[in-house]
């Protein structure tokens, strides 16, 4: 265990999630002199050259697999498949614990347990597990055959 945090410390050292130095790009916004121009700029990296005449070059210039997490591509590879790894992991370990544990929907599970509960007890009391009538027929009131008419 001790020899791997030391394969990776050094690694973690340089990781810092979400940075893109150095990236700048074109504005797509038309300038009000250019209202009538019939020319389209694309989204194109700037090389911008500073006082000692350096230029300055986009990464995805220098690394085209560039993913956006660090300028040194090892560590931008390494840095994407952590993250999606970790990301899609959580998404799926959190989510699918979150959905197992949600209410019973449509009270499913305890219409089964309180239906298990009657069937007991009937039989312990020596009665039909079903019965023809759904309600007591002695507690209903019934109106006589003259108030019908």
Do not use: C
Request: no cysteine.
């Amino acid at each position: 265990m001790a020899a791997w945090l030391m394969r990776i410390l050094p690694v973690w050292s340089r990781v810092r999630l979400g940075s893109v130095a150095g990236a700048r790009f074109v504005s797509q916004t038309q300038s009000p002199g250019a209202a009538g121009s019939a020319a389209v700029s694309g989204l194109s990296p700037v090389e911008h050259s500073d006082d000692h005449g350096h230029v300055e070059v986009s990464l995805y210039e220098k690394n085209r697999d560039f993913h956006g997490f660090h300028k040194d591509p090892q560590v931008d590879v390494w840095n994407m498949k952590v993250a999606f790894f970790f990301g899609i992991s959580v998404a799926i370990v959190i989510g699918g614990t979150f959905i197992h544990y949600l209410p019973d929907h449509g009270m499913r599970q305890w219409a089964r347990r309180e239906a298990e509960r009657l069937i007991k007890e009937r039989e312990a009391k020596g009665v039909a597990v079903l019965d023809g009538n759904y309600y007591d027929p002695s507690k209903i009131i019934l109106p006589s055959a003259e108030e019908e008419k």
